[in-house]
């Protein structure tokens, strides 16, 4: 199973046109102040425009060109360049335009999931998904409300505790007094390989020395006589 996601391009057009509307605010209330200082430091300056003009008239060029190149060029190119992929072991991260970024988080180590939605997320994208494991968070930004919750469930499948099934002659089970399964041995002790085909299916595995079995699990065999003495 391998999903891929990418960010949701409502996020990016609603940014867009929030940042056009902003820049044309500023423009304009800059404009009324450039007329203002026209209006009122002519006589400072008859010649040339009075300085505050001319500062002025700098801030709109340079709020004109961060908005073109910023939110006209730059932020598409970012949007387009955000991927996630979700596989059976893993979840992958990338973006970046002149670098790109990866990041790399293990399905087993996601200790915790968070969503957030801004209002009216299913119009805006605003969706975000942030992934706790021990030692790092990874976010998962602007999705879609569709692939937002899919995700979440992706998740939640995953958390849900399924009992191991039956593997030959050795088999696992749910324990209530230990709190968790163990394993459970009719026949005899088990070799390397059939313990290492166990501690496939946990995230950590017990040993037991002696002086932790009963007497009824030790079995010992008497070489010189070839009998077996359990004790």
Known sequence: MSRNYNSDPKGRKFISATAFLLT????????????YAMDKFPQY???????????????MIIFAAVYVVFIVILLPMWY??????????????????FTRTYRIMKLSSVQHAVRI?????????????????????MPILFLSDKDCGEILELF??????????????????YSPEESGYVYTD???????????EIAEDFDSVTQLSFEDMSSEQLSFTDVENGTDDKK
């Not at 300056?45 to 801030?59: E, G």
């Not at 939640?156 to 089970?173: L, S």
Request: aromatic share 8%; hydrophobic share 40%.
């Open 45 to 59: 300056m008859p010649d040339t425009p009075a300085l505050p003009v001319r500062v002025i008239s700098a801030l």
């Open 117 to 137: 939605s801004a209002p009216l997320s299913q119009f805006t994208g605003f969706n975000f998904i942030f992934l706790k494991a021990l030692g790092g968070t």
């Open 80 to 97: 387009k360049s955000i991927r996630y992929v979700i596989n059976e072991k893993e979840v992958i991260s990338y973006s970046g335009i």
């Open 186 to 196: 009719s026949s005899e002790i088990l070799s390397s390989r059939e313990i290492s």
């Open 24 to 35: 044309i605010v500023l423009l304009v209330l800059l404009n009324i102040l450039r007329l």
């Open 156 to 173: 939640r499948e995953r958390c849900e505790t399924k009992p191991p099934q039956p593997q030959g002659k050795y088999f696992v089970e």
